[in-house]
């Protein structure tokens, strides 16, 4: 079974460009979550999304947006970049089968790490 | 605001000791609860899942958890200079956050030779 793939797994942009980073789960799962990670302020949670809508959202500005498609692949755009916006982006895919969700393990993809300059 | 706080570390064991990493958290209503690896510049691995009061074992790795204390631990038996790792505890959450994973600021682990 194939993992999370993100893609590109580096990128290179400056100040007030946009950036759009890609996230395909592993087969089967609907939940995708993306998280920023900084040496500073370890893994920040940015958003969730489960079968295309976005359930739970981070304390990040509005420049940060996300959506997934049906088949559950998922990218997030972050606009207007600033110099802090330097980190690596994480993508996570788990399956949330039944009720009770019971089986949240979550399974991390590469990363892509984005250096702003 | 749901927090999941680890002990700040850095840990160091020589070879072949037991590490001990601690995590607590604040939501009563957490029910699942996961340790991920994390070597420097690389993504987080999952490494063990705990759902139930108790011990549970997988090689040289014993999660711990203790709903009442709000308590969850790993052991790291026979460590290895491979497991030097930052570990992080990460706990599941319910009612309006429901699908979010909440996650410590993790341990460093250092195992010298």
């Known amino acids: ?13 400056t100040r ?11 087969s089967g799962h609907r939940s995708v979550s993306w998280y920023q990670q900084t040496p500073g302020q370890g893994l920040q949670f940015l958003f969730e999304y489960f079968s295309e809508t976005q359930r739970n959202k981070g304390n990040f500005p509005g420049r940060f947006s996300g959506r997934q498609f049906s088949n559950s692949r998922s990218e997030m755009n972050v606009s207007t970049l600033e110099l802090g916006d ?4 994480l993508c996570a895919s788990s399956e949330k089968g039944g009720a009770l969700f019971l089986n949240t393990e979550a399974f991390f993809g590469q990363g892509t790490r984005l250096t702003v300059v | 605001q749901k ?10 064991v020589p070879e072949g000791a ?16 996961f ?29 711990q958890l203790n709903k009442a204390s709000q308590y969850v631990s790993l052991l790291i038996r026979d460590s290895q200079p491979s497991d030097s790792a930052t570990y ?16 410590g600021r993790g341990t460093q682990l250092t195992v010298w030779p």
């Open chain 1, 1 to 13: 079974k194939a993992g999370v793939t993100q893609t590109p797994r580096y990128l290179i942009k």
């Open chain 2, 88 to 103: 992080l505890c990460a706990v599941d959450s319910r009612g309006s956050t429901l699908g979010r994973l909440y996650f």
């Open chain 1, 86 to 89: 330097s980190a690596l982006y």
């Open chain 1, 16 to 26: 007030g460009q946009q950036v759009t980073l890609s996230c395909s789960p592993i």
């Open chain 2, 35 to 63: 340790w991920y690896r994390q070597y420097s510049g690389k993504s987080p691995e999952l490494i063990m899942s705990i759902y139930s009061n108790g011990d549970k074992e997988d090689g040289r790795f014993t999660a």
């Open chain 2, 18 to 33: 037991i590490a001990s990493l601690n995590c607590t958290y604040s939501d009563r209503g957490s029910q699942s609860f």
């Open chain 2, 3 to 12: 927090e999941v706080e680890q002990n700040s570390g850095p840990l160091s």
